[in-house]
């Protein structure tokens, strides 16, 4: 580009535009970007508060210890197993959600106005919620099932490492999947509906037209949505706190990765671990949501 | 025909209840005595219906100063958001400059960076400035983080006003802002509306940071709230009244505006 003077108009708007821009990006940048770069030269210390005076520059050591940590790994695989669960149960009963709401039918505004009563609820209010569902002594799923006579005596339902991982896994997809079903309607919605005629006349049944209709055109749609929802996985925190009185218990039966990293961080204060911990988080965080867009995205690529 | 519309009926009932029981099921507890709670011997003849424990909370300093100062945190925190984030987002959407497309993705690529990463030097560089347990600290820490999310909403609001309605107020004379003022904003009502809702309920709802960044002195509602639940003692009711408090206010807010927040998923996902 050649240069060329700028008119008082087009210099005028450079000015509006770099003075109304900078405020939000210097904010975001100072908030944002020094604590990362903060965060980074953490992790590459060894500094525990509990252990004044052997703080020293250590490299890349406390990675290496992630990558040999036993605690770190068995928290990935409760990540992992919880975000299975709730990112492809979740999605998938969002895109349920959505395909019975899909129709006009008498109710369905209001049906969709309640789908957002779980996204307005705090999440430490969803955390006490589950506890008051679930709880051994007070809790209504005991009342429920002994008044089946389905049990004689009470679960521990919060107790119990792995029933209270589906307490957890409940929790999440409670108070997240409605609003992807949400989005999802939208996007429904936006799709031609001519092309749905079009697959009428050829024949295709309901069944046929979800398959080979609505799902190929929610493509762009159901990726956004499982890398959302993959990102609050990981990242999952109050609802744990809440549910385990700040433990990630029974048993550390809840402590997924970013659990651990606060844990490490806040309790154990062992700082640069802590760091580097909660970097390679940051990192699988950033790897899942390039596995979606490879594994989903590759059809926009082409058109554009 | 007709058992295939009962089955959807079915399924739609089944899902209202699930989306409302579990909330209501806390609404119920809360008017309840813990000792009428017991699972093996539930009772809940309206007889013993109280609201005891709203008054007794309501009245209880170290829950109505939490409320208060979440309060004051989350509005504060949606006015800047709304003002910087409205205008950053309205060059964003009628400027083209270089870096554009990095700088915006960059805005989005801060949701993958988890809170835990950035609660330490946060802690120590608002120490640094004085701010920690502050009111002030917490307003900053919100706006960093909600920033990005309103900038993203309003990128795409302002892209959906035809920009003639601007060229025809340039050549009447208006300057920039008072375009932004006078014709991008009166017309983007509903985006704004979704978008300062969804940064109220994101400030008041959070947890962590209000955790990690505030003590004594600001203590924030979910921080006073989760306190409810020990691990070895709980007062069901009072948690559960604490919940019904906490959740209230961006309940009601979000049901009020339900329009406005649907058309904006709406509007951002048929972008997307």
Redesign the interface.
Known sequence: MTRRTLTAGER??RR??IL??S???L??G???L???L??VM?SLYQMNDKLPGATQFVGLWNYAQIATDANFRQALVRTLVFSIFTVLGGVALAVG?AR??QHP?R?RN????????????????N???????F?????????AL?GLGLIGR?IQWLADPELIMGVLILSEV?KLT??LA??TI??M??IPSNIYRAAAIDGAGSWAQFWKVTLPNLR??LM?LLIVQS?WS??V??TI??L????GGPAEATTTV?FL??LT??SYLD?GY??AM??T??GI??AT?IFWILLLGRRKEKST | MIARTLIHRALVVLLVLYLVVPFGWMVVYSAFPSSNLRSVRMDLSPADLTLASYTALLSDSTFLVPIRNSLIVAAATTLICMALGSLCAYVFARFRFRGQQTLLLGMMAVQAIPAVVLAVPLFVLLRSFGLYDSMLGMILTYTAFILPLVIWMMVSFFESIPVNLEKAARVDGCTRLGIVRRVVLPLSGPGLAATSIFAFITAWSDFFLAKVLTSNNTPLLPVRTAAFQGIFAMDYTAAATAGVITALPVLVLALLAQKWIVQGITEGAVKG
Not at chain 1, 244 to 247: A, K, L
Request: glycine letters at 10%; zero cysteines.
């Open positions: 005028g708007d509006f535009a109304a821009a405020p939000a990006v904010t975001i100072a908030l944002f020094y604590p990362l903060y965060a953490l959600i019975l709401l039918f109710g209001l049906a969709r106005v309640l789908l957002l009563v779980p996204w307005a609820v705090p999440p430490v209010v955390g006490i919620m589950w506890k008051l569902i709880d051994g002594t007070y809790g209504v799923a005991n009342s002994a009470p409670w409605p609003f949400l989005m939208a996007s919605q936006a762009g749609t956004f990102m990981i990242k925190f109050d706190y809440v385990t009185g700040g433990s970013n990293a606060y961080t806040f700082r802590g760091a909660s970097i988080i940051m965080v950033i949501t």
